[in-house]
């Protein structure tokens, strides 16, 4: 892997991917220890430049841009397509017309987020529609356009656990994920459950949220979706953790439980999601926290 372009006088280029790693971590921490948040970001983009270079995934994206081409490298991209800052909303609009039987969905990733993008539905109303709602969203900003991955049979899920998968944690819930986990946080209704590793393994309730109703619908299908999927999911967490060098991963993604039981996902969390955060006052210099 590539040396960061933060590297500290002294130390050797990396061997391994948990080297590379704990290396830009430490780097990170440095800059961020000194309310230095864009020389951290640098930092974990200079990281991020190294993976995707092994891994053989596209170079120069923004964070969140990374994420998903990240574990699109393991699961398999599902449908979209990333602009590059300066798209067109005319261009994007044509793209779209790909999908006239789905509901499509416009996000945008500027470069100083690692989570909460500004995402939109794109109107009915055809292409000239599309580019009047694409012309709200900020053209300086990476733009994916995809079909959405939710249905009426669907879930949307999260799932985290370190490398071993001795503490797995989901959430779940019915609709797009951004909306759930995000735009309407305790809104929708989530239902969350634990996995411990005592002897043999066991599925608990651990919370739920919001709608007991919708909670309940929900518990047979989460309990078959991670009957169906854990092993999977766990499997690959492992070959991400120890093929990039991190200790847990948090995954997005969608399950549909049809016959072959159909798993989409999307997105991602990584420990060095922290440095996007917060952002930098330009104008007096002061750090300020901020979701991204």
């Known amino acids: 892997m590539g040396a960061p372009p933060c590297k500290a006088e002294g130390v050797g ?22 309310g ?20 053989g995934i596209p170079s120069g994206l923004v964070w969140k841009s990374f994420k998903r ?11 979209r397509r990333v602009f590059k800052p300066g798209w067109k909303p005319a261009a994007v609009a044509r793209y779209a017309e790909m999908w006239p039987n789905r509901i499509v969905r416009a996000s945008v990733f500027t470069a100083g987020i690692a989570c909460h993008a500004k995402s939109i539905r794109l109107p009915r109303s055809g292409a000239g529609g599309w580019a009047r709602a694409l012309g709200t969203l900020d053209p300086d ?17 999260r799932r985290r656990s370190d490398s071993y998968g001795a503490d797995v944690v989901y959430e779940a819930g019915r609709g ?15 239902l969350g459950c634990e996995l411990r590793s005592t002897g043999t393994r066991r599925v608990a309730v651990r919370r739920w949220h919001s709608n007991a109703l919708s ?24 070959g991400i953790c120890r093929t990039i060098g991190i200790e847990w991963l948090a995954m997005e993604g969608y399950w549909t439980p ?16 922290y440095v996007f955060m917060y952002r930098q006052n330009v104008d007096d210099g002061r750090s300020v926290t901020a979701k991204g």
């Open 36 to 55: 230095d948040w864009r020389g951290g970001q640098s930092c974990a983009m200079g990281w991020a430049a190294g993976v995707a270079e092994d891994l």
């Open 69 to 79: 081409a990240l574990v699109g490298r393991w699961f398999g991209a599902p449908d």
């Open 176 to 190: 797009q994920a951004a909306e759930v986990f995000e735009t309407q946080q305790g809104r929708h209704a989530i």
């Open 215 to 238: 909670v309940r619908g929900l518990k047979p299908v989460v309990s078959e979706f991670v009957g169906r999927c854990e092993w999977e999911l766990q499997s690959r967490t492992f």
């Open 141 to 157: 900003g990476a733009l994916e356009i995809f079909p959405e991955s939710s249905s009426g049979a669907s879930i949307c899920f």
């Open 258 to 273: 049809d016959a072959g039981g159909s798993l989409t996902v999307v997105d991602c969390d990584l420990p060095l999601d």
């Open 13 to 34: 280029d990396p061997t391994t991917a948990e080297a590379w790693t704990t290396h830009c971590q430490a780097q990170a921490r440095a800059r961020v220890s000194e």
